[in-house]
């Protein structure tokens, strides 16, 4: 697929919030509190993490709150996603949906009258300061992602946007070369080859180039074919190694062990 314009994310990102907010709608007290893949958030958490973060990207700041005793917050950003959440949940899961339905549909009014010159100036992000147009493609990516939360969560068949699915992949294939790098996993001239199969444009392959990983061939240690949504969820740390490993249509072909070490490898979401 091509790279999709700056109107077409949006456009995606409209879909995914709405669609969040449609699997949302209805749910009960037990539904709201049911956990999720992230540590320490519950259904209605997702929802208010992705409030936070818009909210921070229109300039407003954390709620104060200590949440430095929480074992899964490892950062600054964690602290700040924790700080929102406990301020939102006495109020409740649908609270929760009510605020995340006003505040998506103000951001997408302001995405959508928003200027050439707004798309590539420089905003917040929680990965530092990017263009506009950038912080929209980590944005999809992020609410895609919780998306596929709550479904996971709530027992529902994913249904994913295709937009919103391209663009977190390329995140995660853009991501991966860096993490085989700092794991040590190739020798110089070796290469791992993923098959992505249930995409487009399947193979893709890394090779150790005096010692750089890039996007290349070279000796095939390791070969393994798996649907893109495994690869994502192991990315993103909602499942473990053992888990990617032994999922529906994981096949692996040479070195086992290499590809147990590039799924411990490549969790880069923490």
Do not use: Y
């Amino acid at each position: 697929m091509e790279t999709p314009s700056t109107l077409e994310t949006i456009a995606a990102l409209g879909r995914v919030w709405k669609s969040m907010a449609d699997i949302t709608h209805g749910l009960s007290k037990e539904q709201w509190a049911t956990p999720t893949e992230c540590p320490g958030w519950d259904v209605a958490d997702q929802l208010v993490h992705i409030i936070g973060i818009e909210r921070q990207i229109e300039g407003e700041t954390p709620p104060s709150g200590d949440v430095g005793a929480l074992a899964h917050v490892k950062n600054p950003i964690g602290e700040w996603n924790e700080q929102w959440i406990l301020s939102r949940r006495p109020a409740g899961g649908d609270k929760a949906r009510d605020e995340f339905i006003e505040v998506t549909q103000r951001r997408l009014r302001s995405l959508n009258a928003a200027t050439a010159e707004d798309f590539a100036s420089l905003t917040w992000t929680p990965v530092g300061e990017r263009p506009m147009a950038e912080m929209l493609k980590i944005r999809l990516f992020d609410s895609f992602m919780h998306e596929l939360d709550i479904r996971r969560a709530l027992g529902m068949e994913p249904e994913p946007d295709a937009l919103g699915e391209q663009v977190s992949i390329e995140r995660a294939l853009l991501a991966i070369p860096g993490a085989l790098g700092r794991s040590n996993l190739l020798k110089t001239g070796e290469s791992l080859i993923v098959d992505l199969v249930d995409r487009p444009q399947p193979e893709h392959s890394w090779a150790n180039q005096d010692g750089r990983v890039v996007g290349a061939e070279g000796t095939v240690r390791s070969r393994i074919s798996l649907p893109a949504q495994v690869l994502l969820l192991r990315f993103c740390g909602r499942i473990s190694t053992e888990v990617a490993l032994g999922s529906p249509g994981v096949e692996i072909s040479g070195d086992a062990a290499v590809m147990r070490d590039f799924f411990d490898a490549i969790n880069v979401v923490p």
